[in-house]
């Protein structure tokens, strides 16, 4: 491990933050806002993202539009490898049936 993997092989992203410069407060504040938005009665995710896009700034927008970017891709990257584990799993399992019927 790198200090970036987890220990189950993957992205750890609080300690890829506290290498490029993120103090551990300034992680914890941040998830602790982003879980906030769910106790507002009413609001959704959508909201909470037109509420943070207006908090901004004009100048803050690029940064935090490469940020939900990269945040979706690592999400469709670690949704892609979670298939591809079931997807090996399940012919594991047929070939073990298979080889019992023998």
């Not at 949704?79 to 073990?96: H, N, T």
Request: no cysteine; aromatic share 6%; charged share 35%.
């Amino acid at each position: 491990m790198d200090g970036k993997e987890s220990r189950e092989g993957g992205l750890d992203l609080e300690a890829l933050l506290l290498d490029i410069g993120f103090a551990q407060e300034e992680i914890e504040s941040a998830v602790y806002e982003l879980d906030q938005y769910r106790e507002i009665p009413g609001t959704t995710l959508q909201r909470y993202l037109r509420r943070i896009f207006s908090a901004v700034g004009e100048e803050g927008r690029p940064a935090l539009l490469r940020g939900i970017i990269a945040g979706t891709a690592f999400r469709l990257a670690i949704l892609k490898a979670v298939q591809e584990d079931l997807e090996i799993r399940e012919e594991v399992a047929r070939e073990m049936n298979f080889d019992h019927k023998r």
